[in-house]
Every structure is written in C-alpha cells, then in structure tokens.
C-alpha cells in the first residue's frame, strides 16, 4: 500500500445487486473514496456494474473489466479499490487482467489500520488482523505477495515456500493472540482499580468528533484529523465537573463493514465501551449519511451486546450542519435545536465551537449523579 506521503491515482468499484438502491451504492463509494484518502489515494473515477450475482472469478463482468483496463492504461492508475470483499483467486483474476494492483475494502481498512497504530498495542491487535484476512487467500494471493508484501517471511518461489509460510503466519497467529491474551488481562486488571468511578464511553461512526469532544471535556489532548480512524487506541481520563468526578473514554470509530477480524482483535478495546455505564453516542449530523450511521452504530453495539445502557445522543457538527442548510430560517434552527434538546438523551452541540457545550455538560452530570446515586444509595457524595 502506499507508506509514503505521496498521493498516488486509484479507481473504485461498486457493483448494484438486485433490490439494492443506486444511491445508496453511491453514498457507499464517497465514503469508500475518503478511505481511499485516508491512505493517501486520490480517487479519479468510480465505476458502477449492475450484476445479478458475483462473478466467481472476477466479481464483475468481462466487459466492466475491459473499460477500466482501458482507463487505467490511458490514466496512470496505480490501485484498483473494490467496495466488496474480494477471494484470493478473484484479487489474483482481476489483476492478471488490469495489470495493476486490486484492493477490496477489508484490505484497504486494515492498511489504514496498520497506518495509524501507533502503541504496541495497537500494533499487535491491527497485526493479528492482516494475517487472518491473508491466511484464507494465501494460495491465491502468493505470488503477488512475494512482489508487493515485504517483512512477513515470503521467501521465494515453489510449493515448500508457500508451506512454509503458510506455517509462518499461523505460527505468528497464534503467538499474537497469546499477546493479546496478556494484555487483555492486564487491562481487566487496570478496568478493576478503576471500579469505584462511573465510567462514560464515547462512541460513534468514524470521524464524527469523538476525539475533538473528548479533547474539549476530558483536555485528553487525544489527536484529532479530519481522517477516518484518526485514533485507534482508547485514552481514559478523568473528569471533575461541578463537584462531580467520572471518567471518560475514547475508543475507535465504526464503520460499514468493519472487518470481523478487527471486532476480535479490538475485544480489549471494545470492553472499554462493554463495561461503560454511560455511553455517548456522538453523531455527525451535518452528514448527508447520518441516520444510516447512526443504525451502523446501533447494530454494532447491539452485536457487542451493549443495548441496555444509558445513552445520550450527542448530535454534533451543527455549525457545519449550518453552513449546509443555509436556504433554513433562523426560526427552523432553533426549532430543531429545541426538540433535539428537549429530550433528555440527546443534544445538539459544535465541539468545534462548543455551541451547547454547557447543556450537554449538564445532561452527562445528570446522568452520572443518576448512576451514583443507584449504585451508592447512602452515600451519594462518595464519589463526587
């Protein structure tokens, strides 16, 4: 994939199966194109199939394939992105035709994963998850590994050496999870030391504000970036806010098909929004995409079994919501604000411009005096 800071041409795919909306597919791709930015790819054309099903050896048709060969050939393309997970044999048909490099999304996901870990580890867990999604395609994939993929031990040609490797990244499988295993004990641990505090977890879709949001309420000074995935590791911090002390953490953003292999590797740092006893999911409303995010968020927390606590729904951007819907009244705003505001699990603010910055302010503490107020009946003050 592309390491360095020099933005290199890429293409991307979609295909439209039957009952599925085009624009919805549309709206796929200008996402899967801010991934594509995120790894330093700058998109020059996205291409559309209408198929009744996958192609088995090349996901989409002879024909589709010969107009973006001609394409990549006239355009100096570099990457090919499918929005779709492709096969092993399927990446190694499509290539052999374009002459070029094919990614799919779950591939090119874990390569912006690999970019951002920064911890051990995060390093580990984004480790684990490239060699499982390499092991099932390794026989297919081979050969242009031994091309492209440096550092995991692809050593050359013949059927001994793909064994070999085959054995290598099983063997380092196993060693990482083993890793993992260490560390999640270790964070159990240091979960349990912190048993005394009520704990607040923002989650959200990636890149909606959650780590400018925590910046501003926690003064984490977490990095921020207008880039999915800009943070991978969970920062915990604590709070004090009126008398009332909590902490408060940061995890990593959802996506549309977050790769399963990454939900495991992740366990750890998802755990942190499993244990949480106040949970605010923050939201981009000034996305076009905003209630589809918000389902995306719900179902994936629904799968991590986290669908009975507390949550404040923290709709944010509102100044670029703003900037968006300027054809509005001022008297729509603030009817908008006001029947968002009204209801006690949600507010509308601007991290940014901590427009509302004191309301939800307010509503956290109520909810965390709440929570203190269950769990130490006779002495609310304990904690606070």
């Known amino acids: 994939m592309n390491r360095n800071n020099a933005i290199q041409k890429c293409v991307l795919v979609g295909t439209v199966l039957p009952g599925t909306d085009q624009q919805k597919i549309k709206e796929y791709l200008d996402e899967l194109e801010f991934l594509a930015l995120t790894a ?93 999604y390499l092991l099932p395609r390794l026989v297919h994939m081979w050969t242009h590994l031994e091309r492209q993929r440096g550092g995991i031990g692809l050593r050359g040609p013949g059927e001994k050496a793909l064994e070999a490797d085959r054995r290598y990244i099983k063997k380092r499988i196993s060693l990482l999870k083993e890793q993992l295993k260490v560390i999640d004990r270790q964070m159990k641990t240091q979960r349990k030391k912190r048993e005394g505090l009520v704990r607040v977890s923002l989650v959200g879709y990636t890149n909606v504000g959650k780590s400018t949001l925590m910046n501003l309420i926690a003064k984490a000074n977490v990095f921020a970036e207008n880039k999915l995935f800009a943070t991978l590791d969970t920062t915990v911090r604590k709070v004090h806010y009126n008398g009332v ?61 986290i669908s009975d ?71 609310i003050s304990q904690n606070q």
């Open 40 to 132: 330093n790819l700058k998109t020059e054309k996205k291409f559309y199939q209408k198929i009744a099903s996958p192609n088995p050896k090349t996901f989409i048709g002879e024909g589709k394939l010969k107009e973006i060969k001609q394409y990549i050939d006239l355009n100096n393309i570099t990457y090919v992105i499918f929005d779709d997970e492709l096969s092993g044999s399927q990446i190694k048909n499509i290539e052999n035709i374009l002459g070029c490099r094919v990614l799919d999304r779950t591939n090119l996901i874990l390569d912006i994963f690999a970019m951002r870990a920064k911890t051990a580890y995060a390093k580990v867990q984004v480790e684990l998850a490239q060699y499982e």
């Open 245 to 305: 002390t909590f902490l408060m953490s940061d995890t990593i953003g959802f996506i549309r098909k977050l790769p399963h292999s990454l939900i495991e590797s992740f366990k750890s740092t998802l755990d942190e929004i499993r244990e949480a006893d106040l949970i605010l999911h923050v939201i981009d409303i000034s996305s076009s995409y905003y209630e589809q995010q918000i389902e995306i968020v719900n179902n994936t927390l629904c799968e991590l079994g």
């Open 309 to 379: 606590k507390p949550i404040i729904n923290v709709y944010n951007k509102f100044d670029l919501f703003v900037e968006k819907n300027k054809s509005l009244y001022p008297d729509e705003l603030n009817m908008l604000i006001s029947n968002f505001n009204k209801n006690p699990d949600s507010v509308v603010i601007s991290a940014t411009k901590k427009f509302n910055y004191d309301i939800l302010l307010d509503k956290i503490i109520s909810k965390v005096k709440e929570i203190y107020s269950k769990r130490y009946p006779f002495n």
